[in-house]
């Protein structure tokens, strides 16, 4: 059967799973379990941003009515955690030395939070302060501090190559230009704090519920920090307050000390993190300077590209490796680059740390390269959308570094963003303080980063006619509690509404790469798909005894299976499945996995192709500055995107709509400041400043190519979150179009643009 | 491979899984969870026997501070549920009439107990009373007040058969004896009550937690009688405080209250039964009154059996179909019976009702038999072990019922208790008021009762080598939560503390029939078995490419996959876990379903083999008279039996013990007290006494045949339940050799034995 001759569910806009009960309150966050016998927990923060610790007194805390137990460093096996083997420097709490402002020393649980709170200030921390370095062009020079004593010119990890002959690149090129682009930290500024709830069991098993979206990755780290196999340990997702691509991502120094505390005490153990300590500590997105040269011919085709780039790594790498190395292959993944150097380095400075977050390094490596390519074409009188047309990847293309272009319908986007936004219209034509610019990306669907990445997916068929689906995938606002039971109601027949799709339970849920770079659809999805077509191929044969039909003749199908071309010769599905369970005493289920045929990078050399299919974005903006104060509005926002085919176009618009509207705060406003010790100074949302659904702009239109991916599940491939990828570029280069300035650093404060204007002006 | 040849695990005695966190107190049975928000339920109950509900007035309830709903039967759809289709006769909550003292006609949902037990008195309830009957012989006869208008002679159900020709069987019998035995009704005595919470969310999801042996019975059940299909509802198992072979089988009116009390407040609703709730409702054990004449030829050989039977039946049904057709048929389980006649009623009374409970009606049926055939036995002046082996089922018999007799041990447990025991040297040879004395049993390994019986088994590998297995079936004591595990780590040569059992969870756990007729073992570790397999399968696969072998010469063994007859050409099994994750993108994941090979049959008329294989239980009892007092000493207790190979002989020990034991409380001094007005007189632990480990003979034995069953996982089968079926007539039997008195009527308490050892001296 062609799978796609005609889809009943695939395409069509059920609303979210979820929807209803977020709505009444109904759904239970990390926040609202309770446990019987439940401590509360609290963290014992560092106020330097780097010292020594010389000694841990807990016992008045210890002595303090209502507690119950303290933790500090040395209550673990002093295992380093974290992602890639080479770069793990986490530790479950800090035993020796802090290194920045906010790192956990201790805990306490006690009977209430109130005890927890108090009891922080009764424990003695001794600490012999070391010479600190907070901006990472400071932390890479010869006698800066060093923050890890193994990591010399405080490198947390790198990621250099070069492809082609970037000497004869640049020795052809007509034009180089080159210039240098900074950009700002951001956080996830999910509304759910990070919250556990942590037991160790008389069996010596580890449970953790958590709040996580990617829970077989913690479930791995908790394993690795306590030094025990991950058996041990039984993590439980709860419903996730956003997590927004890597704010809830790893194990956590929470984590950890709400396990060992109730060890301790024998009771669960709940820690709720305040929105203070959110926003102290890590994760964010990288902070980058971006020195960046591209050299192109006289029609503007590129001949090379050389980047060097340097993100400020905080006090610890978390997935840093990857996004060191995702900062110079996202420039690979738009436009044909035959030769390219990359040096990217990861410095550690004494503050808290990046790591992913939507987007994930993309926003930065198209800010600049978008920048600078409008550079180049206004310099050779070349239209905007023409220089990228000419350079723009096509179907087939692999490029240097062995990235390997599948579906791609890149100059198609390009040319309905053109045609929608009216570009030919308005360019050069715009009244005074008015501007249009435009922004393109490529995106990934997925990264191959390490082993263990295959999604997964069970589910067992029940005599209404329905399926439990469970998988390793995780909702975190994302969408995949509708998406991936849209996938199993298309295979069999069902509605989406048949099909329920459970919390991730590392005691039940089958072990699974989670929820980040935008892999649920396609990975979890194929995986999800292939376990439908388990259960159908059992319930075929059987269909086809009743029947007398052959197995491939038949048709599931609006609760029916029938024979193609004959749809008299049927059975109800809720008939056949009763058949199956009391006529042969068969249970139908299903079980998939998939894993993409993408072979894993060299993060460090460059080398392999990362994803396994691309997607392909092109935004365009209208902005009017208020030359009185610099403000800008964004009138119109098109995107025009080939993100495979929408298995359910409503919630792909509202994350397109989401990552687009996310990267509009950190193009104007947004930021996370911290003075020059270290110390967060907008630790709340009421000085935080994030972009929020009053800053849609107002009018905002997208467009899906709508081109099936050949690989993804009913033709899906990435489709959302690369929408904020262009968003920085288009928004600064609509400024320029408006002002007239190159803006190079982040955010564009309006009194930026004011004191630009007029200095120019 | 030979599964057989050389087992790891199998047959160790590997302690309970369970048991350090119940030890400890920190396994959450369902009175423990707590749910934010959480409200309090209590249920009214009819003050009256038999009466016609006119009005309910809930006004006044309502208006207490601190109500926040209450429901009556109207609330519900008026669907009756139950198990086989033609006895539903339950109701959520009664609607217009109550049929026993005790039945459920309102719920209240408050803040805290106090207030809805409160709220209970201010609930305004009109009856008009109705004549009511209180015993079962009462109940059939002309006249009688009827408890269902549409069924005559208060008949519930019946199973009727004859088989061969029994006017022939007796006009050929040498010697024809009959008697009348009469049982009492004992309850579950579990020592955790019924507990659930539940609640309604707004997408019309049913979650319902709570501690139920078979889960996915109550799914139905509560599915049928909302009106939802199974789908809305999600079932949720917590630890379960024992069950006893149908205690927590099926759907309660509180289950049905705190949804319906969850859907009118919005929050979920906790419904805790106190112990008095639960002595006083049902379920229990069928009371009979058994008519039993057997007839034999001159060497003692069975020629004819006729039977009529009447179980008190109580208000409702229950699984009672299942119940009447088993006392018959456990006559058909250990002896050959050429012709048999068996009429079986189960009779409405106003009082609460009887289901399964451990035995199944083996127990009563085994009682009479027992007891009739030693009065045969002394009257041909045949040894006891005699007439039984005479008459024994064999391997490979064919019962004129359709029973189908595979392996088989009973000759060999009648002679290896005869031996342990002593039998020859003490029968006959004991001090006056000792004596000696037996009971013999066929019983069952599940049952093939109505579809859906198929068990299910789903289970993750993951790559520390270890495994978390999920299945339906639920630990309710018995073991599987640790025998499961055992045969997963036979299969893939593991330890079973490296593979996790989880908890029953409707919207995870494969359907499967649950725990109940002692069918876990053999049809789920059949079934965990074959899911083992397909993961062993696709291990193997990997591993025979690494090894350059074949998959079939392949073992697994202590955490190695190695060649047969070569170990040093191996893999370490977590290498290769890990080699399918990271190089394979593989997820190993085994699913497996078993159903046993008997078809269903007939309950009413008897025809058909109603279990895959029979175990046997011969039980020898020693005990001593008080002869002031009348007080039995059971000074010593053998049991032999066939149960197939013992996949953990220490679990199967503890099952025999406690089977057996429970068993002396209903011979000697339990029951449960109802006057003449269906009023339970003893709703306590206080006054409801049972055998408790004080009561565990001074000696005690137990031998296994250690005959491996040809279908059962490893050669397993039934093996604990069975033990306490030969209980009832062992003691019988025994007192009978001690005082010479032929007791019929349960319990044979210290004044009953006194008086007729009186008027017979």
Same mark, same amino acid.
């Given at each position: 059967?062609?799978?796609?001759?005609?889809?009943?569910?695939?395409?069509?806009?059920?609303?979210?799973?979820?929807?209803?009960?977020?709505?009444?309150?109904?759904?239970?966050?990390?926040?609202?379990?309770?446990?019987?016998?439940?401590?509360?927990?609290?963290?014992?923060?560092?106020?330097?941003?780097?010292?020594?610790?010389?000694?841990?007194?807990?016992?008045?805390?210890?002595?303090?009515?209502?507690?119950?137990?303290?933790?500090?460093?040395?209550?673990?096996?002093?295992?380093?955690?974290?992602?890639?083997?080479?770069?793990?420097?986490?530790?479950?709490?800090?035993?020796?030395?802090?290194?920045?402002?906010?790192?956990?020393?201790?805990?306490?649980?006690?009977?209430?939070?109130?005890?927890?709170?108090?009891?922080?200030?009764?424990?003695?921390?001794?600490?012999?302060?070391?010479?600190?370095?907070?901006?990472?062009?400071?932390?890479?020079?010869?006698?800066?501090?060093?923050?890890?004593?193994?990591?010399?010119?405080?490198?947390?990890?790198?990621?250099?190559?070069?492809?082609?002959?970037?000497?004869?690149?640049?020795?052809?090129?007509?034009?180089?230009?080159?210039?240098?682009?900074?950009?700002?930290?951001?956080?996830?500024?999910?509304?759910?704090?990070?919250?556990?709830?942590?037991?160790?069991?008389?069996?010596?098993?580890?449970?953790?519920?958590?709040?996580?979206?990617?829970?077989?990755?913690?479930?791995?780290?908790?394993?690795?920090?306590?030094?025990?196999?991950?058996?041990?340990?039984?993590?439980?997702?709860?419903?996730?307050?956003?997590?927004?691509?890597?704010?809830?991502?790893?194990?956590?120094?929470?984590?950890?000390?709400?396990?060992?505390?109730? +060890?301790?005490?024998?009771?669960?153990?709940?820690?709720?993190?305040?929105?203070?300590?959110?926003?102290?500590?890590?994760?964010?997105?990288?902070?980058?300077?971006?020195?960046?040269?591209?050299?192109?011919?006289?029609?503007?085709?590129?001949?090379?590209?050389?980047?060097?780039?340097?993100?400020?790594?905080?006090?610890?790498?978390?997935?840093?490796?990857?996004?060191?190395?995702?900062?110079?292959?996202?420039?690979?993944?738009?436009?044909?680059?035959?030769?390219?150097?990359?040096?990217?380095?990861?410095?550690?400075?004494?503050?808290?740390?990046?790591?992913?977050?939507?987007?994930?390094?993309?926003?930065?490596?198209?800010?600049?390269?978008?920048?600078?390519?409008?550079?180049?074409?206004?310099?050779?009188?070349?239209?905007?959308?023409?220089?990228?047309?000419?350079?723009?990847?096509?179907?087939?293309?692999?490029?240097?570094?062995?990235?390997?272009?599948?579906?791609?319908?890149?100059?198609?986007?390009?040319?309905?963003?053109?045609?929608?936004?009216?570009?030919?219209?308005?360019?050069?034509?715009?009244?005074?303080?008015?501007?249009?610019?435009?922004?393109?990306?490529?995106?990934?669907?997925?990264?191959?980063?390490?082993?263990?990445?295959?999604?997964?997916?069970?589910?067992?068929?029940?005599?209404?006619?329905?399926?439990?689906?469970?998988?390793?995938?995780?909702?975190?606002?994302?969408?995949?509690?509708?998406?991936?039971?849209?996938?199993?109601?298309?295979?069999?027949?069902?509605?989406?509404?048949?099909?329920?799709?459970?919390?991730?339970?590392?005691?039940?849920?089958?072990?699974?790469?989670?929820?980040?770079?935008?892999?649920?659809?396609?990975?979890?999805?194929?995986?999800?798909?292939?376990?439908?077509?388990?259960?159908?191929?059992?319930?075929?044969?059987?269909?086809?005894?009743?029947?007398?039909?052959?197995?491939?003749?038949?048709?599931?199908?609006?609760?029916?299976?029938?024979?193609?071309?004959?749809?008299?010769?049927?059975?109800?599905?809720?008939?056949?499945?009763?058949?199956?369970?009391?006529?042969?005493?068969?249970?139908?289920?299903?079980?998939?996995?998939?894993?993409?045929?993408?072979?894993?990078?060299?993060?460090?050399?460059?080398?392999?192709?990362?994803?396994?299919?691309?997607?392909?974005?092109?935004?365009?903006?209208?902005?009017?500055?208020?030359?009185?104060?610099?403000?800008?509005?964004?009138?119109?926002?098109?995107?025009?995107?080939?993100?495979?085919?929408?298995?359910?176009?409503?919630?792909? +618009?509202?994350?397109?709509?989401?990552?687009?509207?996310?990267?509009?705060?950190?193009?104007?406003?947004?930021?996370?400041?911290?003075?020059?010790?270290?110390?967060?100074?907008?630790?709340?949302?009421?000085?935080?400043?994030?972009?929020?659904?009053?800053?849609?702009?107002?009018?905002?239109?997208?467009?899906?190519?709508?081109?099936?991916?050949?690989?993804?599940?009913?033709?899906?491939?990435?489709?959302?979150?690369?929408?904020?990828?262009?968003?920085?570029?288009?928004?600064?280069?609509?400024?320029?179009?408006?002002?007239?300035?190159?803006?190079?650093?982040?955010?564009?404060?309006?009194?930026?643009?004011?004191?630009?204007?007029?200095?120019?002006?």
């Amino acid at each position: 059967m062609n799978e796609h001759e005609t889809l009943e569910v695939i395409g069509k806009p059920y609303p979210k799973k979820d929807a209803r009960i977020k709505v009444t309150g109904e759904c239970p966050f990390g926040g609202d379990i309770q446990v019987p016998g439940m401590l509360h927990g609290k963290m014992l923060r560092s106020p330097h941003a780097h010292a020594r610790i010389l000694s841990i007194d807990t016992s008045k805390a210890e002595k303090l009515k209502g507690v119950r137990a303290v933790v500090t460093g040395k209550d673990f096996p002093g295992i380093l955690y974290g992602n890639f083997m080479h770069t793990r420097d986490y530790l479950p709490l800090a035993i020796d030395r802090v290194r920045y402002m906010g790192e956990e020393v201790a805990a306490v649980a006690a009977d209430d939070e109130d005890t927890a709170w108090e009891a922080l200030n009764l424990i003695d921390v001794e600490y012999e302060p070391l010479p600190a370095v907070f901006h990472h062009e400071e932390a890479m020079k010869e006698g800066a501090p060093l923050i890890y004593d193994d990591k010399p010119g405080n490198i947390s990890c790198r990621s250099v190559w070069e492809f082609g002959d970037i000497e004869k690149g640049f020795s052809e090129s007509y034009l180089i230009k080159e210039d240098t682009y900074r950009t700002q930290p951001i956080k996830h500024g999910m509304l759910e704090t990070h919250t556990c709830i942590g037991f160790w069991d008389a069996n010596d098993k580890i449970t953790l519920e958590s709040c996580k979206q990617s829970p077989y990755v913690v479930w791995r780290q908790l394993a690795m920090g306590l030094g025990v196999p991950p058996h041990n340990v039984r993590m439980k997702q709860t419903f996730v307050g956003a997590g927004n691509s890597g704010g809830k991502q790893e194990a956590m120094p929470m984590d950890f000390a709400s396990v060992m505390l109730s +060890r301790k005490t024998g009771r669960p153990v709940k820690i709720v993190h305040t929105m203070k300590e959110v926003l102290t500590i890590g994760h964010m997105r990288h902070p980058f300077k971006i020195d960046l040269k591209i050299g192109v011919d006289k029609e503007g085709i590129i001949k090379a590209v050389d980047c060097y780039a340097i993100a400020d790594g905080g006090a610890h790498t978390s997935i840093g490796q990857l996004s060191i190395y995702l900062l110079g292959a996202f420039f690979m993944a738009a436009y044909k680059i035959p030769n390219v150097r990359y040096q990217g380095y990861r410095i550690y400075t004494n503050k808290s740390w990046p790591g992913a977050l939507r987007g994930h390094c993309a926003p930065q490596s198209r800010f600049a390269f978008e920048g600078l390519l409008d550079d180049i074409a206004n310099e050779l009188g070349l239209d905007h959308f023409e220089i990228r047309k000419r350079n723009a990847i096509t179907p087939g293309y692999e490029g240097p570094n062995g990235f390997k272009i599948t579906s791609c319908g890149f100059k198609e986007a390009l040319d309905k963003a053109k045609e929608v936004s009216g570009w030919d219209k308005k360019k050069g034509k715009l009244p005074k303080y008015r501007g249009i610019g435009l922004g393109a990306a490529g995106f990934a669907t997925g990264a191959n980063i390490m082993g263990m990445s295959a999604c997964s997916a069970l589910l067992k068929v029940q005599e209404d006619a329905t399926v439990a689906l469970q998988s390793g995938a995780t909702d975190v606002g994302q969408g995949c509690d509708t998406v991936l039971p849209m996938i199993v109601a298309e295979v069999l027949g069902i509605e989406p509404d048949d099909v329920s799709f459970a919390l991730v339970d590392s005691d039940y849920t089958p072990i699974d790469g989670g929820t980040w770079g935008s892999r649920v659809t396609f990975y979890a999805g194929n995986a999800v798909k292939v376990a439908a077509l388990d259960a159908r191929k059992q319930l075929a044969q059987v269909a086809a005894e009743i029947l007398k039909a052959k197995e491939d003749d038949l048709v599931f199908k609006k609760k029916k299976v029938f024979l193609r071309g004959n749809s008299d010769k049927s059975i109800e599905l809720d008939r056949l499945i009763r058949h199956c369970q009391n006529r042969k005493g068969m249970t139908i289920m299903g079980r998939g996995y998939y894993n993409a045929p993408a072979e894993i990078p060299d993060h460090i050399t460059g080398k392999g192709n990362f994803t396994p299919t691309y997607s392909f974005y092109v935004q365009v903006c209208e902005v009017e500055v208020d030359p009185e104060t610099g403000q800008v509005e964004i009138l119109n926002m098109w995107t025009a995107h080939d993100g495979g085919r929408e298995i359910n176009p409503m919630l792909v +618009r509202g994350q397109l709509l989401g990552a687009a509207l996310m990267h509009q705060g950190q193009a104007l406003f947004e930021g996370l400041i911290r003075d020059d010790k270290g110390r967060t100074l907008n630790p709340s949302f009421l000085d935080y400043k994030m972009a929020t659904s009053m800053d849609i702009p107002a009018r905002q239109e997208f467009y899906s190519m709508e081109m099936p991916d050949p690989e993804g599940p009913f033709g899906a491939k990435e489709a959302g979150e690369g929408s904020g990828t262009p968003t920085l570029a288009a928004i600064a280069n609509a400024l320029y179009d408006a002002v007239g300035v190159r803006f190079t650093e982040l955010p564009i404060i309006p009194e930026k643009i004011y004191r630009a204007m007029n200095k120019k002006g």
